[in-house]
C-alpha cells in the first residue's frame, strides 16, 4: 500500500527554519514527482514547492523563492523541504503527496487531480 508520511513540523519563531521530511513506503518513490502542499485555516489548499523524479528540476511558490529548499534522497525515499526565514504566515498544515510525472509541470496547481497524500504535519510560526 502506497503511504507517505510527513515529519518535522513544530513551532518555530519567526526568522527561524524547519526542515521538513516526506518518508514514501509500499513504493518506490523514484516514479514520481512529490510536491508540497500547506493548508492554513479557511483558506484552501496551495502548492509549496515540487521536485521532479529525478530531482534536477524544482519550482516554487513565489511566496517561499529564496527561503525554502526542496530536495530528495531516492536511496532513502524521502523529500525534503528546508524552510528557512520563516514568517507568521507560512504557519499552515504542510502536506506531501506523490504527482505523476506528467503533471510535473503543472505541479503546483494540480492538487486537486492529485491521489496519494501524507497526513500532515502541523506548522506554526509565531514569537
Not at 6 to 23: D, F, I, M, N, W
Not at 54 to 62: K, L
Amino acid at each position: 500500500q502506497l503511504q507517505l508520511v510527513e515529519s518535522g513540523g513544530g513551532l518555530v519563531q519567526p526568522g527561524g527554519s524547519l526542515r521538513l521530511s516526506c518518508a514514501a513506503s509500499g513504493f518506490t518513490l523514484d516514479y514520481y514527482a512529490i510536491g508540497w502542499f500547506r493548508q492554513a485555516p479557511g483558506k484552501e489548499r496551495e502548492g509549496v514547492s515540487c521536485i521532479s523524479s529525478s530531482g534536477d528540476s524544482t519550482n516554487y511558490a513565489d511566496s517561499v523563492k529564496g527561503r525554502f529548499t526542496i530536495s530528495r534522497d531516492n536511496a532513502k525515499n524521502t523529500v525534503y523541504l528546508q524552510m528557512n526565514s520563516l514568517k507568521p504566515e507560512d504557519t499552515a498544515v504542510y502536506y506531501c503527496a506523490a504527482v505523476p510525472p506528467l503533471l510535473f509541470r503543472r505541479c503546483l496547481l494540480s492538487y486537486s487531480l492529485l491521489n496519494y497524500w501524507g497526513q500532515g504535519t502541523q506548522v506554526t510560526v509565531s514569537s
